[in-house]
């Protein structure tokens, strides 16, 4: 009784925040984007039966998990029956009735967030700590993504319940927590194709430290290590053969490439944008404050600091800016191979793509330093995940961003250096993100979204135990009983 009672106010907590998110956040309004494009996709496979482009020819842009859940949706709702794309386009009830999937993705990552924090608390906070976790998660994420269909939401749900999976293969080393956490990572690539390559990172990392740890069980350890990254590649397998058919790659989406040439451009970059750039990638509220210790202005947005500013909308077609160069020396190629008549749209695209990945890779093998001095800078734009949430003070989501950055990265620096396989569990997944996108993109602070929840998993947890440490310098230890 005493068990099942916390929980039920669990359930009743998540299941208040699924109902305001319908009430209060969920809107008939367009998406715009990379979400339309999902929509517009996912419509597509729905009534004609597979992922295509407008003109009819296969597509492999995006990754397919978000898009086929899409398709699911619109088949099974009988509020979306003969649903048109225009009508999704322009917004009303069917727009809302569609964005309302995403509160499985809600419900599957608030209950996740709830389970890690009751196994990582202490029992004296467990209860506060669970609260006040799932209300942060809510606040801070979910109300600020719900309102579409891009790829954060249900990546922060799967990167969660991937550490879920991962603690429980290190503590019991169960074939079923080897399959588990296999499927998940396969699942989580198939929304964010990057995370194939960190999951791959964090099962061999797992594998090598309880290896160290426990020498007498390595085989064991190696076994489960292996039919883990099998079941990850059993899960993306069936969308990687139908790429290789259709557009002989083994890859799950097209957009590699540029988001490396993005990177790559960089190149070019003089000292004074490198420098610059912290100005320009600081929120517009902190921005004064580093114009000043950096020596620079607003003005300077559109002056000597223009190529490192993402958007100059009083020029019709940008080509000034590193992002809008990256994106057009794409679009600029694939126009090229269209005019030829000798390929499809989506197969120009993908191209492109691949000679944009070819002269990015060119640029790190001749000057891998240039990836490694920058990183700092690129970690530093996506610290600020969150700047708007509905009910969370700007002030607020501007110290968040730090704590929870410093705390990951703290996390993962130690569980590597002390050994600690119950902390990688947690945190190597979500910091693997955060520095692959350090590392190798021009890092847009959305996609530090996914790690947000383990990052407040984490502050939760340090907040209790500074204040058990707090308490026991106050009071002393505790005297025993007689």
Known sequence: MLRSRPTALLVLLIVLLLVRTDRAVLTEDQQFSDAMQNVAFGHRLATEGAITHGAGDLSMYREPLPIWLIAAQIRLDPRLEGVTIDTLVDGGPEQRALKQGNLLWAAALLAGVALQLIRLLPTRHRAAGVVAGVLLVQGVLIEPVADGHATELPAAALLVWAGLAAQDLV????????????VVIGLAALVKASIIYVGIVLIVLLVVVQSVIDRHDARRVVALGVT??????LTVSPWIVRNVVAFDTPSIADRGGLSLWYRAIYEQATPEEIRGSWYVFTPNPARPIAGRLLGFEPEDLDGRLRRVH???????????SFYSLARNDRRDRAFELRETGLYTIPETTLIADRELMARGLEVLRRDPWLFVRTTPLFLYRGVWPVLRAPLVPVAALALLGPLGMLALITAA??????LRPQRLAVVAL??????????LTM???????????????????????????????LHGPARPRH
């Open 171 to 182: 503590r019991s080393r169960r074939v079923r927590d080897a399959v588990a956490l296999g």
């Open 228 to 233: 883990a990254l099998l079941l990850t590649g």
């Open 310 to 320: 993402r958007f100059h909308p009083d020029e019709p077609e940008e080509r000034l």
């Open 413 to 418: 620096v130690t569980g590597l250096v002390r």
């Open 430 to 439: 979500p910091f693997g993100i955060v520095a692959f996108s350090a590392l």
């Open 443 to 473: 890092y847009e602070p959305r996609f530090t979204q996914p790690a947000v929840p383990t990052m407040i998993v984490l502050l939760v947890v340090a907040s209790s135990r500074l204040l058990l440490a707090a308490r026991a310098r």
